[in-house]
Every structure is written in C-alpha cells, then in structure tokens.
C-alpha cells in the first residue's frame, strides 16, 4: 500500500450544475461545462495501512466537522470496497484558498481524495472511472479530474455520469479572477441547495432554456468567441441564481459587495475592457476575461474598496499524482 498524494485545481463551471435527478448517485439535471482553474487547488495525502485503528481525517488549518469527516469516510468506504481493502486510512488535506465562499473545495477535495485514495489502495481506475468515483463525493468534483475545459455528460446511470476534456488547458487564453468578499462559509451548502430546486416556479425554465446556453458555449469554445462565451456565461449564472432566489426558503448567496462587482464589471465592459461575471453558491465573484487584460482587471479591482483579495487563474490540468507527500 503506497502513501499518494494528488494535487486537483477547483474549477469553474460556464454552465452550472445545480439540481439532481438521482440524489445517492449526484446524477444532474444537465450537462455543465467548466474550466480548471490553476490558482485555487486543494493538495490530498492517503494512506492506508493495518497499523491505523481508524480513519484519521485532517484538514491543514481548518477545522473540519463531523458531518464532513463522514462524507470523507464514506468515500473511503466507496474506495475499500472497489478495492477490497479493510484497512484505515490517514488523510490529510490542504487548500490553498478559504472554503464555503464560492470557490468550490468540495470539487477539489473530492478530484484529489479520488484519486489519491483509489492509487494508495492499490486501484488503477481509468480517467473516466476517477471522474465517477469524485461524482459520487460530490458533483462537480467530476469536473476537476479531466484537464482543462471539461464537459460533464449528464449520463443516466452510474457509469454513464462523468466529465471528459473538450480542450488542453493551453487551446485559450482565458483567466478567471476569483474576487473574494467574504471569508465566511456560506449557511446553506450546495449539497442542500440542490434538494431545493424543486421548489423554484423557475426551475422547469431552467431546465427548457440550459440545452441553448450549453450549445452556446460549446459553439463559443470551438470559435473563440469570447463575447459569446461571456455573454452566455452571464446568462446562465443569472438563470442559476434566478433559480435559488426563488426557491423555498430562498437561497440568496449575494453580498452588497457581489452586487456592486457584477455592475462594475458590466460598466468597465460599456467602456472598452471586455470581462463578464460568473458565481457559484456563494457571493465571491468570478472574473473571466482574456489573458491580455488581467492586469488592466487588476487595476479596476484595486480602486474598490473592501476586497480580501483576488485570486488570478489560467486553464490548468485536471489531478495528478505529485511526489511531495503532506505527511
Ligand atoms: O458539487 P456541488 O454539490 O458542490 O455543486 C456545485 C454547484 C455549483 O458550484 C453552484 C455549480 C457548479 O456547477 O459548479
């Protein structure tokens, strides 16, 4: 048994995942599509051995609560079992961005537990079957195994539901600025945001118009249009929270801060500096715009006041197996 350690980004997704058609299975209602981001990565170390007596789970300057170490143990169940190994494991974690405010460290975590623990007991599971195995930890985790720009096929089955690469990180020069706003975790996780949707008279809206934007997106990447591509990204973030807003109770991840983000971003567009906003479920607001701007972004940045700071990002690899071990 081989202590491993894997190194996953979080990612970003174009279009987003947000609601179940199979809970247990985190099968989505739709196909989602997303960039690996190369700043904001989380680093996971396993071991698994006879000597331990039970699952030692720590997470490096976080604390981290019961409910959490049992969907960690869980997947390490999941793992166990594919490999039939009985044996506890030690695992320790470290992100390198604050967890609950919109960058996903569920997406991350799990990419990284997957195939850190699948490697440490001994599995030598496919690109796809890694990409499944983070699903089942937590969705959009799927997305961070493959590289670069990744289209999550919605699937309707176990093995049918993962993420592949539709292009190398290097095919565009995109950035994503992750603006943070709030270094508080969120009060309703995505995991119960989901279960929610139905309550949304918007829902079934939703789900009729995302297929448009997906195509969109695809059609933008394949040309590189980044006005397409923003203008869709925009779109189907609105729709998103338009979804949340509306659902009972409402799931309102906004801060005034995030607000005043988005509308500056729409007005240094009207003047010339092309960048468009995306959120997930938090108030950090992403910032994508081509590689030549990042610093003319920066300097827009840096005249509001109250920002924690801005995470600069490029299309990076999806997990892979680093030397460095965390313990
Ligand atoms: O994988 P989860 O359950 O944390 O869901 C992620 C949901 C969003 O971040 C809001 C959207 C997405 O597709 O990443």
Same mark, same amino acid.
């Given at each position: 048994?081989?202590?491993?350690?894997?190194?996953?980004?979080?990612?970003?997704?174009?279009?987003?995942?947000?609601?179940?058609?199979?809970?247990?299975?985190?099968?989505?209602?739709?196909?989602?599509?997303?960039?690996?981001?190369?700043?904001? =990565?989380?680093?996971?170390?396993?071991?698994?051995?006879?000597? =331990?007596?039970?699952?030692?789970?720590?997470?490096?300057?976080?604390?981290?609560?019961?409910?959490?170490?049992?969907?960690?143990?869980?997947?390490?169940?999941?793992?166990?079992?594919?490999?039939?190994?009985?044996?506890?494991?030690?695992?320790?974690?470290?992100?390198?961005?604050?967890?609950?405010?919109?960058?996903?460290?569920?997406?991350?975590?799990? #990419?990284?537990?997957? @195939?850190?623990? #699948?490697?440490?007991?001994?599995?030598?599971?496919? +690109?796809?079957?890694?990409?499944?195995?983070?699903?089942?930890?937590?969705?959009?985790?799927?997305?961070?195994?493959?590289?670069? =720009?990744?289209?999550?096929?919605?699937?309707?089955?176990?093995?049918?539901?993962?993420?592949?690469?539709?292009?190398?990180?290097?095919?565009?020069? +995109?950035?994503?600025?992750?603006? @943070?706003?709030?270094?508080?975790?969120?009060?309703?996780?995505?995991?119960?945001?989901?279960?929610?949707?139905?309550?949304?008279?918007?829902?079934?809206?939703?789900?009729?118009?995302?297929?448009?934007?997906?195509?969109?997106?695809?059609?933008?990447?394949?040309?590189?249009? =980044?006005?397409?591509?923003?203008?869709?990204?925009?779109?189907?973030?609105?729709?998103?929270?338009?979804?949340?807003?509306?659902?009972?109770?409402?799931?309102?991840?906004? #801060?005034?801060?995030?607000?005043?983000?988005?509308?500056?971003?729409?007005?240094?567009?009207?003047?010339?500096?092309?960048?468009?906003?995306?959120?997930?479920?938090?108030?950090?607001?992403?910032?994508?715009?081509?590689?030549?701007?990042?610093?003319?972004?920066?300097?827009?940045?840096?005249?509001?006041?109250?920002?924690?700071?801005?995470?600069?990002?490029?299309?990076?690899?999806?997990?892979?197996?680093?030397?460095?071990?965390?313990?």
């Amino acid at each position: 048994m081989e202590k491993t350690t894997v190194k996953s980004p979080a990612n970003i997704a174009f279009i987003k995942y947000w609601g179940k058609k199979d809970k247990d299975l985190r099968l989505p209602l739709n196909n989602s599509i997303s960039m690996n981001l190369s700043g904001a =990565f989380s680093l996971t170390t396993v071991e698994f051995s006879p000597d =331990f007596k039970r699952d030692e789970i720590e997470m490096v300057g976080e604390e981290i609560g019961e409910k959490e170490k049992e969907r960690i143990i869980e997947h390490l169940d999941r793992v166990r079992k594919m490999a039939r190994v009985d044996f506890k494991a030690r695992v320790k974690t470290k992100n390198n961005f604050p967890k609950g405010t919109g960058i996903a460290s569920s997406a991350s975590g799990f #990419s990284a537990l997957s @195939l850190a623990a #699948s490697r440490a007991a001994g599995l030598k599971l496919s +690109l796809k079957e890694v990409s499944v195995l983070a699903r089942l930890g937590s969705g959009s985790a799927c997305r961070s195994v493959p590289d670069g =720009f990744v289209e999550w096929e919605k699937g309707n089955s176990n093995s049918s539901s993962y993420a592949y690469s539709l292009y190398p990180p290097g095919y565009w020069n +995109l950035a994503d600025l992750v603006i @943070l706003v709030s270094a508080q975790a969120k009060k309703v996780g995505s995991t119960e945001g989901h279960s929610m949707i139905k309550s949304s008279p918007f829902t079934q809206v939703r789900i009729d118009t995302v297929g448009q934007r997906l195509k969109k997106i695809k059609k933008a990447l394949r040309e590189k249009d =980044f006005t397409l591509l923003g203008e869709t990204i925009e779109a189907e973030a609105l729709n998103m929270h338009a979804v949340m807003m509306t659902s009972q109770p409402p799931l309102f991840y906004w #801060s005034p801060k995030t607000l005043e983000l988005m509308l500056a971003i729409r007005a240094w567009r009207e003047e010339g500096l092309e960048g468009y906003f995306t959120l997930d479920a938090g108030p950090t607001v992403h910032l994508i715009c081509q590689k030549k701007d990042v610093r003319k972004m920066k300097k827009e940045l840096s005249s509001i006041k109250g920002l924690l700071g801005v995470i600069v990002n490029y299309p990076s690899l999806g997990a892979r197996v680093v030397k460095d071990h965390l313990f």
